[in-house]
């Protein structure tokens, strides 16, 4: 059952009314103006506050020049999809500043450095002009840190009129800086001269403000991709071979960061137990992946869309030679140039048959920061049991983004290595072993790695065309039998994938499945649904291959409607081919534009039909 | 005391011959591939290599099938098309105390795989690099190579427009620390680059030549350029390094192609070695104990690490 409280739409405000805690802020400034340090720290501020916060970075394929858009949504109910309403905008960048101008709601605040002409033509918003140039001058920094000075302007002018506690914009400062006491008081120092600015020029005449709360204690703030790195590393990664792309790149860069942090072996305190190789390209990253799995080590790589598609024949040549590896694709929009730091749900039927000839991939769904930190070790459990790839899709808004989440949880469970045997065991069975031989019916076939000096213990792998002890044979019959186990073991990666997560309301009319980062989005529309008199049960995908609750769930919903970020409704697909005898119940609400999905757009394709 | 039967019919080890043969070839008859595996053979017996001590590695052609025909008591991995180097390499991370060969073509390495090939080289990676290079595509049938000969008249392919790529010079200049190139035809010469190769953990090139039924042999001597007319009817010119000569000096090692490249000239022997640079899993400084072999305890961080974490976060 469902506990979040309702109401999420806001209301335009009444005359005078204040509005408390529930409204967005959108500041536009210039790509590589250091606009990154000012946004996240008001965003830090605000958690610590206690006010539920999240923000989202809108940003271009630039080093520097393009217009960026940082979106910060404040919500005492706990919304925390991106809105396409702007209360507050804040407006640095003289190239967006007509757009940003006009994209005020009604009744909203418009803040914008004062060297930029304003067409006052709206008499139905706030507007407070900021002597953005006249700060920087004054602050005397030099001139490579000017842009960072200008944008700590905004935080302290809206510290003033919204109501930002300093003390906490102060450790914001105190943590991105590291503690380093003089960028922080540079920083800070504008802050406060704003801040005191403010407050002797501005007479505020818009309805937002800023309280504190209690809803925040406790949690953490991180992304997707720290989150993802921390879980492997609790998964006892052994090796990463990465190649940089956006929005993956800070996944393996983390690993590189808290690997030689955390991984003390206790015998050998002064020797790795770890290795991180950047590779020269994706189709070597993969390729050391893979031989590292096969080896028997925990194996992973990151990736995004052009990335993936790189890896496809080693993904395939995996999934025939069984060996175990775990591959994360952080989606964007693709492929080559245009959107590639936008984000999208568009690799999931491309994942999932990756490959040539048959081929079903093993596929993680992570819809929190939190399920990327768990899913990140969890995978290794399961590429290893399975001997399979196991490829984890999160995207760029859940990836590089700042979320609220629960603090990273230890693992519950001892690790899962899966059917190995070493020189004792083969003593054991007297070196009577096959590679391939289906012992325990399912599927899951035992494994000796390199190293193992046992000597019946070698095996030669290959793509297509080997026999249970793994020699080589064009034999029709021993390739569809091993076609046929690969499906079999595909169907025991039913018992050891996460579950998907079903919310059922009382009296739930409509179904309703999605995965991902579009979780914060359903939440709020499922709530706005049911204000409208139209409750509605949620399922969130977790896996591939899907598992007996979902389809227990498909079964029970006259209306079901699949909401993703793609254009074609991958999932969609996907779900009939598994349910054909459901597949007219099966409605695509898939919507994508680059951008993090709003309850809006939810709302609205669920009702189009509904209201039919 | 061992009699004199047993001395020669097993090594050190104890193993005989035949510990370290492989499946029968299914490669053609007189194939310059299946002199060099028998050289493989021949070279882990003498030299006491053990065989569980050795993985092997390949990527697609005829060369790449030939690790089943050599050393059945090693692991192997048949990977894909020109990307053995990348195999090979996430491999050999998983216990440090194995050695690799890795088996490649002049297709395999000099074309779809020239990147993989020359990054591996750059990592040092403790493989022997073999790479069998027949000028042609074998397995799909005699396609022009890049390390064919420009002008290079075949049947069915018609002139070879583009200049070779010289695949000893490539591993040169890439930083290898081991260059040395061999006539499959020269048992006494494949040998010897073998023991090296073994001994450096280094790239290693090889030079065969396709078909007919029957072998070619040649011997030749040290500092002697001989004509060998190959089964298609082309002919190449080999040339053995000098006696005198210092595989020590990379830039007279490049002049030594240069000049060869330029008579036409194959070079054989030991073209260059660097002994001393640490190989790439050296490098990462790694755990006493292979890491496939590292008990949960020593992978996982302790529980009271997680507070650590969370504390670093905001
Ligand atoms: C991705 C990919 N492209 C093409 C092929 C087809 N193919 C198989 S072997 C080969 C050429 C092998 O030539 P070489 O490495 O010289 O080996 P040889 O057979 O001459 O020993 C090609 C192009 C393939 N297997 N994979
Ligand atoms: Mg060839």
Redesign the pocket.
Known sequence: MTTLQPVAEIEAPAEKQPVINNFSITVATVNGSGSQTSNITILRALFKMGIPVSGKNLFPSNIQGLPTWYTIRVSKDGYLARREEHEIVVAMNPASFLQDYNDVVPGGAFFYADDIKVPNNRQDISLYPMPVKQFVKESGAPSNLRDYIANMVYVGVLAQTLGIDLDKIYMALNFHFKGKVKPIDLNFGVVKAAYDWAVQNLTKTDPYRLEPMDATNGLIMADGNTAAALGSVYGGVHFVAWYPITPASSLAESLNEYLPMLRKDPEAPDKNTFAVVQAEDELAAIGMTVGAGWAGLRSMTSTSGPGLSLMT?YAGLAYYTEVPLVVWDVQRVGPSTGLPTRTAQGDLTFTYFMGHGDTQHIILLPGSVNECFTFGWQAFDIAERMQSPVFVLSDLDLGMNQWMAEPFAYPDKPMDRGKILWEEDLEKSDGVWARYRDVDGDGITYRTLPGNRHPRAAWFARGTGHDENARYSESDKVWHDMLERLKKKYNTARQYVPKPVIDTMDGARIGIIAFGSTDPAIKEARHILAEKGLPSAYLRMRAMPFTSEVGEFVSQYERIYVVEMNRDGQLHQLLTLEYPEQATHFISAAYTDGLPLTARRVVQAILATEEK | MADQMTKTQVNLFGLSKADYRGNPSTLCQGCG?NSISSQIIAACYEMNILPENVVKFSG?????KSPTYFLNRSFGFNG??GRMPSLATGALFGDYTLHGIGV?????SAS?GMGQFKHVVRRNLNMVYII?N?G?????KGQF?ATAEKGLQLKSQGTNPYMPIDIAWEALVGNATFVGRSFAGDPRSALHSYAWGKEHEVALHELSFVPPAEDITVEYDEGEAKEVTLHDGSRIILKKLEHEYDPHDRTAAMRILEEANAKQWLITGLIYISPTKPNLVDLHNLSPTPLNRLPENRIRPAKDTIEQVNNLMF
């Open positions: 024949e | 591939h697609i052609g005829c060369s790449s894909l098309h490649s073509g002049d297709g395999d779809i069998e027949n042609v595509y074998g397995l799909t190579s």
